[in-house]
């Protein structure tokens, strides 16, 4: 278990560009998470994945926002367009749930991409 | 929809004092809760967590917090503040069904030697 990573952790981009992030989760785990942090703020849920089926996306996930999961392994965030409201920190999470259990698995974040946009 | 609120953005703590970090929640249901710390350039770590049972929870690094339904809080201590401690704690909410983390604002720790 070498736990979750992303890639890369820095992005530096210019207004406009498009921008993909990687996650790879825990192997065994079925559920990943997206997260985006901005400076003095906790983390805001983006969207989720049970499997390589996306369930949930939150309002801030605007159209220039996609994310995939392929073969319900590691996920991507493509951020088309981008913008400097895009500037954060993207946390990738991942945890083993099992349905009907009830009570949430512990989520594990990664070390998250911070994304500035010039 | 479910929220925390965690008040006071940068608490400072003397080596050796009680540190006690506040987190009150807000929820239609009964909820999950959850502390996670976060050292620079590194991910969440979690703490601890509630779900069901024992309202007093241990969790790593000495750190326990106690779910008071009355007063919808799940306060945040440890008896004796180490230099390791420094780092930014997150307060967080679910609820069965709904599998988002809900995170406060976070308070930035700072410990005084």
């Known amino acids: 278990d070498t736990g979750v990573s992303q890639d890369p952790r820095h992005k530096i981009t210019k207004r406009g560009q498009n921008v993909t992030f990687r996650c790879d989760p825990i192997?065994?785990?079925?559920?990943l998470y997206w997260y985006r942090q901005t400076l003095g703020q906790g983390p805001e849920f983006l969207t989720y994945f049970q499997n390589e089926a996306q369930l949930e996306k939150s309002r801030l996930l605007s159209d220039r926002f996609s994310a995939e999961r392929p073969k319900g392994s590691f996920s991507t965030l493509e951020i088309q367009r981008t913008e400097q409201g895009d500037s954060a920190m993207y946390l990738c999470a991942s945890s083993l749930e099992y349905v009907g259990a009830g009570a949430p698995d512990t989520q594990y974040f990664g070390p998250g991409t911070r994304l500035t946009v010039l | 929809a479910q929220s925390v609120t965690q008040l006071g953005s940068h608490v400072s703590v003397s080596e050796g004092a009680l540190v006690l970090l506040r987190c009150n929640y807000s929820?239609?249901?009964?909820?999950?809760l959850f502390w996670y710390v976060q050292y620079p350039n590194q991910g969440l770590q979690l703490l601890l967590k509630?779900?069901?049972?024992?309202?007093l929870v241990k969790g790593i690094n000495g750190f326990e917090a106690e779910f008071k339904k009355s007063e919808t809080s799940f306060h945040l201590t440890k008896p004796s503040a180490h230099m390791s401690d420094a780092a930014e704690y997150f307060c967080?909410?679910?609820?069965?069904?709904?599998?988002?983390?809900?995170f406060g604002k976070g308070n930035q720790v700072v410990v005084i030697p």
């Open positions: 509630y779900t069901t049972g024992a309202t």
């Open positions: 967080a909410v679910s609820d069965y069904g709904n599998n988002r983390l809900a």
């Open positions: 192997s065994e785990h079925n559920r």
């Open positions: 929820s239609s249901v009964p909820p999950y």
